[in-house]
Each structure stands twice: as structure tokens, then as C-alpha cells.
């Protein structure tokens, strides 16, 4: 990945994580939602901005138009992006959790 | 929008029969207010109806029983404007009751029933939109300067040439008013977005 590496949004890694199966924009709205147990809830002007945004930068891509709907899916570079924010997440978490487990977070 | 910032707005409210009509302008800037003004509206039982193009802005309200409604106002630029973001807001429950044609695109009055739901949910896309006016908003501002500065120049040569004030120069100089409002309008606009974008920059960095 040549582009510049920043943490990727919330809603940025659940659209992308979504698109690993092609769906139209409000499925992953759906998707989203059950996936995080209604705790994400991405508004329709959000999912439009960031797909037009994520398929300009090539991390996505539409498949066809189907009744209105556009559908998408992740591209090469949308999933070396997601396994990369994953890896990050993980190094995150694994350093958190050195810090918790011994209890020095503890007052 | 508080108590009495709506019963400032709602004074000179005229009732017609069964319809309601409040003048009453907001900036390009002030959409969130906008939007909490028709769903207070709402509340007391008048329906968005109608807009009408003017300083102040006129709209009309339809009395109907009062409901708990949520608006979300959101600009698209033309080329943007396709059927699947219809669709998607559509599909997300939204119901398109109004739209206002603005330079380079237009202004969509989405609404829903009940309390609570945003059409943009995080900071960022709602940073994208203040951007995307103030760059819109900047375009209009730079054009009536433009426009402006060569009727002016146009108007004085003229002045220069003739020894006496012609009648094209003055006609010049009339029509240098109507760009002259626009060209602030759009200036002011552009600096209130632009100070909102600071803000919300502000705010997303102190939480970093």
C-alpha cells in the first residue's frame, strides 16, 4: 500500500468489511446494523458520501443497477486495506490487553 | 432551537383557514436549524407544505394532527444527483417532501417519523458537506466578483470616454447591484461554513 496508512473510521471498516459480499447500499446499512447488534446505525447520506468516496479511491467498486440500487463489492486494495486495519487493530488490542491483564490499569 | 428563539419565529405566524405562513430566513449555514424549526412545527401540528423564494423566505403549513417527525436537510450537487441516492433514502425510510433548486445542485427536505435518526453519522461525512457548500458557495461568490469587477471597469471607461456619466454606464452600474448582493450573500455564507468546519475540526481533535 503506497497511500498514506491513517486509522481507518468506524464506519469506513464496517462499509468495507460489509462489501466483502456484493450489497446495494441500503444492505449494508442492514448488515451493518445486525453485525454490531444495532449498536452502528450508518445514515443514508453517510453510506452515499463514503461509497462515492471509497470508489474513487479504488477500495470499492459497483457491480451493476439493479431497480435503483447500486451495488458494490470490495476491490484487491479495499481488502489489503481492511486486512491491514485488522493487523493494526489487533497490535491495539494485544498491547491493551498486556496493560489490563496484569492490572496495572487498576486504581 | 429553544422555546423562544421558535415563539420569535412564529409571532408574526398568519393563519389563512387551515394553512399557516411564517417568513423567515435561514442561512445556508443554519440547515440544522432550519430543520429543527419544521420539526417543532411539526409538533404543534403543521405540516411542511410550501417554500417560497424571497428575503425573508416564506413557508406554508398545512394543519394536520401534531406528530413527532424528524427533517434532515442535505444539499447534492447535480452531477451527484442520481437514482440510487434517491433510492437509498427511500430504502432508509426517508420520505423526499420538498426540494429547492441552489446553485450547482439542490437542497432535499427528507423526513421520517419519530425521533432521533440522522442521514449522516459520522463526524467525517458531516464535515464532507460543509466543505462541499463552502466550495460551492466560494464558486458563486468569485463569479459575481468576477462579473462585477468588469461591469465596473466597463462602467468607468465608459465614464472616462464621454466626459459625462452615460446612460450604459449607469445602466452598468445598476446591474453591478443585484451581483453585488449575491456576491456577498455568498461571501458571508462561505465564511459562516467555513467558521462551522473549524469548529467541527476543533471539536474531532480535542477528542483525539
Given amino acids: 500500500m503506497s ?48 461509497l462515492g468516496k471509497m470508489e474513487k479511491n479504488g477500495l470499492v467498486k459497483s457491480t451493476k443497477e439493479e431497480d435503483k440500487r447500486k451495488y458494490y463489492v470490495i476491490t484487491e486494495e479495499g481488502r489489503d486495506a481492511l486486512e491491514y486495519e485488522v493487523s493494526r487493530l489487533r497490535e491495539l488490542y494485544e498491547n491493551g490487553m498486556k496493560i489490563i491483564s496484569k492490572g496495572e490499569c487498576k486504581k | ?16 383557514e387551515n ?5 423567515v430566513s435561514f442561512w445556508v449555514h443554519q440547515y440544522e436549524e432550519e430543520e429543527r424549526f419544521l420539526e417543532a412545527m411539526a409538533a404543534q401540528g403543521w405540516r411542511f407544505e410550501k417554500l417560497y423564494k424571497g428575503v425573508p423566505t416564506k413557508y406554508e403549513f398545512v394543519k394536520v394532527e401534531p406528530k413527532e417527525v424528524t427533517y434532515q436537510l442535505d444539499y ?17 425510510g426517508w420520505t423526499e417532501e420538498r426540494q429547492w433548486p441552489a446553485f450547482g445542485g439542490h437542497w432535499y427536505y427528507f423526513v421520517k417519523e419519530g425521533k432521533g435518526d440522522r442521514i449522516y453519522t459520522d463526524n467525517e461525512s458531516r464535515y464532507e458537506l460543509s466543505k462541499k457548500l463552502c466550495g460551492i458557495y466560494g464558486i458563486l461568490m468569485l463569479l459575481c466578483m468576477l462579473i462585477e469587477l468588469n461591469a465596473v471597469r466597463s462602467a468607468l471607461g ?9 446612460i450604459c454606464g449607469i445602466l452598468f452600474m445598476i ?19 467555513f467558521l462551522k468546519m473549524r469548529d467541527m475540526k476543533r471539536k474531532r481533535d480535542n477528542r483525539a
Wanted: glycine share 6%; hydrophobic share 45%.
Fill in chain 2, 76 to 92: 447534492v450537487k447535480t452531477k451527484e444527483d442520481t437514482s440510487d441516492y434517491h433510492q437509498l433514502f427511500l430504502d432508509a
Fill in chain 2, 1 to 16: 432551537m429553544n422555546k423562544s428563539q421558535f415563539e420569535s419565529i412564529t409571532k408574526k405566524m398568519k393563519i389563512k
Fill in chain 2, 19 to 23: 394553512h399557516a405562513f411564517v417568513k
Fill in chain 2, 158 to 166: 465608459l465614464a472616462i470616454n464621454h466626459n459625462v456619466v452615460s
Fill in chain 1, 3 to 50: 497511500k498514506k496508512v491513517v486509522a481507518m473510521s468506524e464506519t469506513a471498516f464496517y462499509i468495507l468489511l460489509s462489501l466483502t459480499t456484493e450489497r446495494h447500499g441500503y444492505g449494508i446499512m442492514q448488515h451493518v446494523e445486525s453485525m454490531t447488534e444495532s449498536r452502528i446505525k450508518l445514515g443514508a447520506g453517510t453510506i452515499y458520501g463514503t
Fill in chain 2, 175 to 193: 446591474c453591478i447591484i443585484p451581483f453585488l448582493a449575491v456576491a456577498i450573500f455568498a461571501g458571508y455564507t462561505c465564511v459562516a461554513i
